[in-house]
């Protein structure tokens, strides 16, 4: 597998049709935290979403996740377990974001 570059980057906006500008994520004891929809692509198939809670920006921190779509068509986001693909995407992320003005 080639590594993706910008060219293979589609932008989507799912979750953000779906829920607007945040989503609310339960975490293991069952608390809700908002987190910002940073963005959302698509790299050779998969759907990727970048999200942020005031927690994380404070700690300069993102979270990775995958979108998919259950068996009722509801739309899921799914931790990336694999952190060669989690730090390749993450890298990705940040080239989109990099501004080269001064």
Do not use: C
């Amino acid at each position: 597998m080639k590594t993706p570059s910008l060219d293979d980057v589609k932008h989507l906006s799912v979750l953000k049709e779906a829920f607007g500008e945040e989503v609310l994520l339960e975490d293991g004891e069952g608390a809700s935290e908002p987190q910002r929809i940073l963005a959302e692509f698509e790299v050779n198939g998969v759907s990727y979403a970048i999200l942020q809670s005031d927690r994380m920006k404070r700690e300069d921190e993102t979270a990775l996740y995958h979108i998919i779509t259950d068996e009722q068509g509801e739309l899921q986001l799914a931790e990336v377990p694999d952190d060669d693909e989690w730090e390749t995407i993450l890298e990705l992320y940040d080239e989109m974001t990099v501004s080269f003005e001064e």
